[in-house]
């Protein structure tokens, strides 16, 4: 059977180099923290990532730690200005109010959640029908209590990519820290702390080609810091807990591969998305793109079709050995659809109908092709059984 | 495929779904139901055929909904042929459940409502026959939409010791989703409380 994997936002294949990487840095198991001469290997292999990520992202060696994933380091961020303890170097602005947006990741939003209840005031930021904040909403929002502005760059389900640089400024205006959390930004397209003008950033291994397990956290020179996991000198006091080796080295052999890559896979992929939006609207009607802008990602594709629902279409399309994923809330396990989708003002019908393609390194013009032919017929097929398609059609 | 997260069965129907009404075959039915709302992600509609004896003999549904969804409602369809009507109006979620060999947890409440519409096709057959005595949406009305947990549902949790909203959540999902039915939900509670336990109250 074809397989055809179009779920990169969910996590991506291992490249072939990086895999290599892995293997070499499994073979030495000394303690990056260990002096003698496996230890200093060790450090070695972890420092080499250290550049390798710093570099890619514009930031300074001495600015990224690595983390255990990308919701550990947006848990991190999130945690710092509450910490609350007299002598911590997070209460030096004295502020602790967080504002962020309603489309953000759920280690982001469930993390706000828990901190309101522990009295943190959190704001959350609208998003329009493109899924894009305001930056008039945000300058309204700030107040003297404002400690940390957290925002994605891109969107997981949509692409839908934020004007981060001026939202920074907004933030920095107002006294407050900015964060943002580009695990599905980095890689995928350039990505510059400095010409972004963040104070944080976050970005994940699995989502470029490395292995699960591995995230890192920009943190700018002099920005205030309180560590998650305590109870270690590792990464300068930042993050307790022996390193991740394999998995950092991996994490810089990515980056190195990306630096490579991406530029011409972004070009290639657009095309491929342009291909697929033009022929996909003459095969199925009642269909519609969601977040589906100019700067959007090119690697991905938010589709909503009327009448059919999307674990049905998904399951349908994985059979014919296509991987997407749905929006619709029955994928979840939760009862409602997409949180993204619903805050962009999509009905009900058309947020529970929807699939996110994501297109990555390896994805070919067949690839698309192939789901082009499947993905008409499956629809057609959940429409002849459809108790809404059928009502809308005989106007009952 | 390894490891679906649903049963064979459920595949199979998913997969091959039986009764399924294609306009074009104009099935002449007696009876014709909906249940669900498509703000929840499921809605379906069931229509039946119903011989002098009131026994089903045939019956054709459509759904919007996600595997367990049309799963269910499939092997629902093939259930009721040769029913009576107060025998098919009996059946339950967890019936058809186990018909399914098994469903996961989350998808029981939300997923599984073609016994309501089959019960509203009956409905709508007793009132199109001129029996509408035999009705029974009134005495089992879908208050929660999303969660399809009708009347008889929360008179059943009261009974089971559901004693305020929270309990009678905790014992229907009711209410979980979209919240909208909280009202209702209270006043019938209200009511089946009086009803069972008059004497706890006074």
Same mark, same amino acid.
């Given at each position: 059977?074809?397989?055809?994997?179009?779920?990169?936002?969910?996590?991506?294949?291992?490249?072939?180099?990086?895999?290599?990487?892995?293997?070499?840095?499994?073979?030495?198991?000394?303690?990056?923290?260990?002096? %003698?001469?496996?230890?200093?290997?060790?450090?070695?292999?972890?420092?080499?990532?250290?550049?390798?990520?710093?570099?890619?992202?514009?930031?300074?060696?001495?600015?990224?730690?690595?983390?255990?994933?990308?919701?550990?380091?947006?848990?991190?961020?999130?945690?710092?200005?509450?910490?609350?303890?007299?002598?911590?170097?997070?209460?030096?602005?004295?502020?602790?109010?967080?504002?962020?947006?309603?489309?953000?990741?759920?280690?982001?939003?469930?993390?706000?959640?828990?901190? @309101? @209840? +522990?009295?943190?005031?959190?704001?959350?930021?609208?998003?329009?029908?493109?899924?894009?904040?305001?930056?008039?909403?945000?300058?309204?929002?700030?107040?003297?209590?404002?400690?940390?502005?957290?925002?994605?760059?891109?969107?997981?389900?949509?692409?839908?990519?934020?004007?981060?640089?001026?939202?920074?400024?907004?933030? %920095? +205006?107002?006294?407050?820290?900015?964060?943002?959390?580009?695990?599905?930004?980095?890689?995928?397209?350039?990505?510059?702390?400095?010409?972004?003008?963040?104070?944080?950033?976050?970005?994940?291994?699995?989502?470029?080609?490395?292995?699960?397990?591995?995230?890192?956290?920009?943190?700018?020179?002099?920005?205030?810091?309180?560590?998650?996991?305590?109870?270690?000198?590792?990464?300068?006091?930042?993050?307790?807990?022996?390193?991740?080796?394999?998995?950092?080295?991996?994490?810089?052999?990515?980056?190195?591969?990306?630096?490579?890559?991406?530029?011409?896979?972004?070009?290639?992929?657009?095309?491929?998305?342009?291909?697929?939006?033009?022929?996909?609207?003459?095969?199925?009607?009642?269909?519609?793109?969601?977040?589906?802008?100019?700067?959007?990602?090119?690697?991905?594709?938010?589709?909503?079709?009327?009448?059919?629902?999307?674990?049905?279409?998904?399951?349908?399309?994985?059979?014919?050995?296509?991987?997407?994923?749905?929006?619709?809330?029955?994928?979840?396990?939760?009862?409602?659809?997409?949180?993204?989708?619903?805050?962009?003002?999509?009905?009900?019908?058309?947020?529970?109908?929807?699939? +996110?393609?994501?297109?990555?390194?390896?994805?070919?013009?067949?690839?698309?092709?192939?789901?082009?032919?499947?993905?008409?017929?499956?629809?057609? +097929?959940?429409?002849?059984?459809?108790?809404?398609?059928?009502?809308?059609?005989? %106007?009952? | 495929?390894?490891?679906?997260?649903?049963?064979?069965?459920?595949?199979?129907?998913?997969?091959?779904?039986?009764?399924?009404?294609?306009?074009?075959?104009?099935?002449?039915?007696?009876?014709?139901?909906?249940?669900?709302?498509?703000?929840?992600?499921?809605?379906?509609?069931?229509?039946?055929?119903?011989?002098? *004896?009131?026994?089903?003999?045939?019956?054709?549904?459509?759904?919007?909904?996600?595997?367990?969804?049309?799963?269910?409602?499939?092997?629902?369809?093939?259930?009721?042929?040769?029913?009576?009507?107060?025998?098919?109006?009996?059946?339950?979620?967890?019936?058809?459940?186990?018909? /399914?060999?098994?469903?996961?947890?989350?998808?029981?409440? !939300?997923?599984?409502?073609?016994?309501?519409?089959?019960?509203?096709?009956?409905?709508?057959?007793?009132?199109?026959?001129?029996?509408?005595?035999?009705? *029974?949406?009134?005495?089992?009305?879908?208050? !929660?939409?999303?969660?399809?947990?009708?009347?008889?549902?929360?008179?059943?949790?009261?009974?089971?010791?559901?004693?305020?909203?929270?309990?009678?959540?905790?014992?229907?999902?009711?209410?979980?989703?979209?919240?909208? !039915? *909280?009202?209702?939900?209270?006043? /019938? /509670?209200?009511?089946?409380?009086?009803?069972?336990?008059?004497?706890?109250?006074?």
């Amino acid at each position: 059977m074809k397989n055809v994997y179009l779920d990169h936002n969910a996590t991506t294949d291992i490249h072939p180099e990086v895999k290599k990487t892995v293997i070499k840095t499994l073979e030495n198991y000394g303690n990056p923290s260990s002096m %003698h001469g496996l230890g200093r290997k060790a450090r070695e292999a972890v420092e080499e990532a250290r550049k390798k990520t710093a570099s890619f992202i514009g930031a300074g060696e001495k600015e990224v730690f690595f983390t255990g994933s990308g919701s550990e380091a947006n848990n991190t961020v999130l945690n710092i200005f509450s910490c609350g303890a007299s002598g911590c170097d997070s209460r030096r602005n004295g502020r602790s109010g967080i504002i962020t947006s309603v489309i953000e990741h759920p280690c982001i939003l469930e993390t706000s959640k828990c901190l @309101e @209840e +522990r009295g943190v005031p959190v704001k959350y930021l609208d998003v329009d029908k493109y899924g894009k904040v305001s930056k008039k909403q945000l300058e309204d929002m700030v107040d003297e209590n404002t400690a940390l502005v957290s925002i994605m760059t891109a969107n997981n389900e949509t692409g839908v990519v934020q004007d981060i640089s001026p939202l920074a400024e907004v933030a %920095h +205006r107002a006294g407050a820290y900015f964060h943002t959390d580009a695990v599905q930004a980095v890689g995928k397209m350039p990505v510059d702390v400095k010409e972004m003008g963040v104070d944080f950033l976050t970005l994940s291994g699995h989502k470029i080609y490395a292995p699960k397990g591995v995230g890192a956290l920009y943190v700018k020179k002099g920005t205030p810091f309180c560590p998650l996991i305590r109870g270690g000198h590792q990464e300068k006091g930042r993050r307790a807990g022996t390193e991740n080796t394999p998995g950092i080295a991996a994490l810089g052999k990515a980056f190195e591969m990306r630096e490579k890559e991406m530029g011409a896979e972004a070009s290639r992929l657009k095309k491929l998305k342009k291909m697929f939006k033009s022929e996909i609207k003459e095969k199925i009607s009642d269909c519609s793109f969601n977040g589906d802008l100019p700067d959007s990602l090119p690697s991905t594709i938010n589709l909503s079709i009327a009448g059919v629902e999307g674990e049905a279409l998904m399951l349908y399309l994985d059979m014919e050995g296509i991987s997407v994923s749905t929006g619709s809330a029955c994928a979840t396990g939760s009862l409602s659809p997409s949180h993204v989708l619903i805050s962009m003002g999509l009905g009900a019908e058309m947020a529970h109908g929807s699939i +996110r393609i994501s297109m990555g390194r390896k994805t070919q013009q067949e690839d698309m092709e192939y789901l082009l032919h499947v993905l008409p017929r499956v629809v057609n +097929r959940l429409r002849e059984m459809s108790a809404v398609y059928f009502k809308e059609t005989t %106007h009952e | 495929m390894s490891n679906w997260v649903y049963s064979d069965k459920v595949k199979e129907h998913f997969m091959n779904p039986r009764n399924i009404y294609r306009e074009e075959e104009e099935f002449d039915y007696d009876g014709k139901g909906m249940a669900g709302n498509i703000k929840c992600g499921d809605q379906m509609m069931m229509m039946i055929k119903v011989d002098d *004896k009131d026994t089903i003999t045939d019956c054709r549904w459509k759904t919007f909904g996600c595997a367990s969804a049309i799963a269910s409602t499939s092997v629902l369809s093939e259930m009721v042929k040769g029913m009576s009507l107060e025998e098919a109006s009996r059946i339950s979620p967890k019936e058809i459940m186990e018909e /399914l060999k098994g469903l996961p947890e989350n998808k029981v409440h !939300c997923s599984v409502l073609g016994d309501k519409a089959l019960r509203a096709a009956i409905d709508d057959f007793y009132v199109r026959t001129g029996r509408p005595g035999k009705v *029974k949406t009134g005495a089992e009305k879908v208050v !929660c939409q999303c969660m399809n947990v009708t009347s008889a549902d929360i008179e059943h949790a009261v009974l089971e010791g559901a004693r305020n909203y929270y309990e009678l959540q905790e014992h229907t999902k009711l209410g979980t989703v979209c919240g909208r !039915c *909280k009202e209702e939900a209270e006043v /019938l /509670l209200r009511e089946y409380k009086e009803k069972h336990f008059e004497s706890e109250n006074k």
